[in-house]
């Protein structure tokens, strides 16, 4: 997609990112009736973007936001569950078969992106592409918005602001927010060529729980198999992870992902990218709240990131239209729904980690449940 000028200066409501939740956000709002909305997008939806593995309640979602049939149109990869050795060397199912909800699925997170933009767009929001927030200011009860796009930078003025920009929090930090960290790990991340690669694998995922992390693999829309190792910057910086060398002598040492990758070719020196958990200590204010990862962020074991970002762009809609309706405690409710949910998701993780107990010496996994004693991060919101 190309950069396109912004067609006004003043709108009701500007979402500043239009990934999952931003894109979705518009859309839920297009289809209450609001269609003086703009996303602001600082990419051009044409880049690689990790986290592609969506669980089947994705669909209910879908459903909500009025796109199951589109969606299903899109012919994404069906993911029929994971394929775990966590807590043992013995194999364990999670099997989609038996899931009421049916099939995950495994995204083309380009198309994915692009898809949901282009929904947005259609039901009436308008799409600025290479459109960058760079600062804002109060105007009034609004904002105004200092924006860097292909035309140079521009001014536009918005009534009501959400900040979608993913884990930069770009808006919600210009208004003070702070993100309250509980933990953080890191994805190096390497992609193998075809071959005869990943027997068994199928459409699963599949995770390998090792001394110092854990694998994931999984086979991309392009036939490649995607082959990470999440673990935290202490055990990068112990063991040289980020060397190419160092990285492939641990994939050496996990005997199931090893197995995956064995019969392909490494295309690329693996990546190197942040997953942090956080959450803010406010994730709304008077006239802007934040969505998605901007709001908060999960650790990719609970594969929950998407359809949490889809669910608070429902959420954060209706609460918009609520407050236009007179429910001043609308935009409260919202931020008091995330911090719950992120409550949820700390349970969640908690109880995934806490079913490793092999390496109890071992620096990482006596971080992870460490991190699991800690109080839990609360937000105080608006
Ligand atoms: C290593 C890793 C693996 C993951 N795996 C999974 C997985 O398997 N399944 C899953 O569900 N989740 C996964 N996730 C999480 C998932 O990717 C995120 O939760 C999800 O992308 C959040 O969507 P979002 O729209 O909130 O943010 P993003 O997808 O980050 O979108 C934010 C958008 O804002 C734009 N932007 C940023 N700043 C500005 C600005 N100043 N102006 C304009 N635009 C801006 C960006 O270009 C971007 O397009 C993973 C995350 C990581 C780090």
Redesign the pocket.
């Known amino acids: 997609m190309l950069p396109q000028p912004l067609r006004r200066r003043r709108y009701g409501i500007v979402i500043?990112?239009?990934?999952?939740?931003?894109s979705a956000c518009a859309l839920a709002l297009a289809r209450a009736g609001r269609h003086d909305v703009l996303i602001?997008?600082?990419?051009a939806y044409d880049e690689f973007?990790?986290?592609?593995?969506?669980p089947p309640e994705s669909g209910q979602l879908f459903h909500a936001l009025g796109i199951d049939t589109q969606f299903l149109a899109r012919e994404h990869a069906p993911c029929y569950g994971s394929c775990s050795y966590w807590g043992s060397d013995k194999r364990g199912y999670n099997d989609a078969l038996l899931n009421p909800r049916g099939h995950g699925w495994h995204l083309d997170r380009r198309r994915f992106?692009r898809f949901l933009a282009d929904q947005a767009r259609a039901a009436g929001a308008e799409l600025a592409i290479g459109?960058?927030?760079r600062g804002s200011m109060r105007d009034g009860d609004g904002f105004v918005l200092d924006v860097a796009s292909g035309d140079g930078n521009a001014t536009v003025h918005a009534d009501v602001v959400i900040d979608?920009?993913?884990?930069?929090t770009?808006f919600a930090r210009q208004q003070g927010s702070r993100r309250l960290h509980d933990g953080s790990l890191i994805?190096l991340?390497a992609r193998f060529d075809a071959g005869a690669l990943a027997p068994g694998l199928g459409a699963l995922t599949h995770l390998e729980a090792v001394e110092h992390g854990w694998w994931y693999a999984a086979r991309l829309p392009d036939g490649s198999l995607l082959v990470t190792l999440y673990t935290d910057a202490e055990s990068v910086r112990a063991l040289r992870l980020h060397r190419a060398g160092h990285w492939h002598a641990a994939l050496a040492q996990a005997p199931q992902t090893a197995r995956l990758a064995s019969g392909g070719r490494c295309l690329a020196a693996p990546h190197s990218?942040?997953?942090p958990s956080y959450l803010l200590d406010g994730t709304c204010g008077a006239n802007w709240l934040a969505?998605?990862?901007?709001a908060s962020?999960?650790d990719?074991i609970t594969?929950?990131?998407?359809?949490?970002?889809l669910a608070n762009a429902l959420l954060a809609a209706r609460a918009i239209v609520q407050r236009e309706e007179g429910d001043d405690a609308s935009l409260a409710r919202y931020g008091a729904a995330v911090g719950a949910d992120y409550a949820r998701y700390r349970e969640a993780r908690r109880y995934f980690y806490r079913l490793e107990q092999r390496w109890p010496e071992a620096g990482f996994w006596a971080r992870r449940h460490r991190e699991d004693a800690h109080a839990r991060p609360e937000s105080v919101n608006c």
């Open positions: 500043v990112g239009g990934g999952p939740a931003g602001l997008e600082a990419a973007r990790i986290g592609e593995s969506i992106n459109a960058t927030l979608a920009s993913g884990t930069r770009r994805c991340a990218f942040p997953a969505i998605g990862d901007a962020a999960y990719p594969s929950q990131g998407i359809i949490k970002s």
